[in-house]
């Protein structure tokens, strides 16, 4: 909604008018054709194609989370991007990862962004991890209309709650049905391959590092069974976006950290191509 200040010199009454604390709320009371979900699509024959996001991976540890995803975007067999970014901090101590239809998924993800801070702003205080998760279901089922069309969003959420001192993560359909997922979950078209191999290698006692390891090397091996997953590639120097959520915030790592993760992931395939194991031990 635009505000309007030349005339008067004031905001209009909407905005100055005592109601919800969310945002969503707001929109959709004043002006709920800028929701993602209530745009009307032209008419069209079949599944409408839209590039597409695929693969994201969270795996908890001791202290945190940390969550990653692949950098290719498909548009049916085609590749349609190499370096798409797909995870995102949602605010100090949260992140989303997205698959699905990748231009509504960064919108509901930008409006997440400002949900969690206008609420913050109004409130004064921080919703609590579950109540953010809340949010996100509530945005998720208000695109069910597009969903139905072929243009899904299904996420992956995981922060640090600072309620309960751990690593957190809630995974989601395309109803906006929410399941908090325990240890590690994974979801796009790769996630199957993904969970194989973190069933695998997950452990309660993981460190940081080796957490890091480990969805870099899921990644891997669902990009190795799955065409619309992107491995690393060292070629052009695309690598996973990797990010960490402890009770010091959320950190993306840097290009050389990822590049380093990826390049001894790769190594020690090499070393063993049939000892998926082999990159943690």
Known sequence: ???NTRSTGRLPAPFLTPGSSSFLDFLSEHQPELLP???????TQGVLEAPHGTT????AFPGGVVLAGDRRATMGNVIAQRDIEKVFPADEYSAVGIA??????VEMVKLFQLELEHFEKVEGTRLSLEGKANRLSTMIRSNLGMAM????VVPLFAGYDVDRDKGRIFSYDVTGGRSEEHGFAATGSGSVFARGAMKKLFR?????AEATTLVVQALYDAADDDSATGGPDVARRIYPIVT???????????????????RTVLQRRLEQPDGPRAALL
């Open 1 to 3: 909604m635009e505000a």
């Open 37 to 43: 979900g209530k745009r009307r699509l032209p008419p």
């Open 56 to 59: 994201i991976v969270a795996a």
């Open 100 to 105: 699905g239809t990748a231009g509504l998924a």
């Open 149 to 152: 069309q072929g243009l899904a």
């Open 204 to 208: 309660d006692d993981l460190s940081e």
């Open 244 to 262: 960490v959520i402890t009770e010091d915030g959320f950190r993306r790592l840097t290009e050389e950290e990822s590049s380093e993760i990826a």
